[in-house]
Nanobody, 116 residues
Framework: QVHLVESGGGLVQPGGSLRVSCVAS????????LGWYRQAPGKQRELVAL??????TNYGDSVKGRSTLTTNSAKNTVNLQMNSRKPESTTFYC???????????WGQGIQVTVSS
């Protein structure tokens, strides 16, 4: 099973920026998709950003234009740069991968709080 470890969460002021990172236990080229979801208590899981098959990146409507997903294959890392944060972005962010053979893994997640 692939292990994912997230970092970089915390407190950011409204309008500020934050970068979260996820390190995978194996080569990210093995993954069909990798990226980030978020989930607030009592709500459905929501796509933040996901790169599919090493090609296009899909962004959730709530972050489109304000977030950038990048990968670093040398470090088996996927990074999410989030700009112009809004208080409603306060929630739990989770790194997620899927593999070509089916199935996938997700990390323990990190909290991002947007507040003054």
């Amino acid at each position: 099973q692939v292990h994912l470890v997230e970092s970089g969460g915390g407190l950011v002021q409204p309008g500020g920026s934050l970068r979260v990172s996820c390190v995978a236990s194996e080569n990210i080229f093995n993954f069909y998709s990798l990226g980030w979801y978020r989930q607030a208590p009592g709500k459905q899981r929501e796509l933040v950003a996901l790169i599919i098959n090493g090609g296009n990146t899909n962004y959730g409507d709530s972050v489109k234009g304000r977030s950038t997903l990048t990968t670093n294959s040398a470090k088996n890392t996927v990074n999410l740069q989030m700009n112009s944060r809004k208080p409603e972005s306060t929630t739990f962010y989770c790194c997620d991968i899927s593999v070509y053979s089916g199935g996938g893994s997700w990390g323990q997640g990190i909290q991002v709080t947007v507040s003054s």
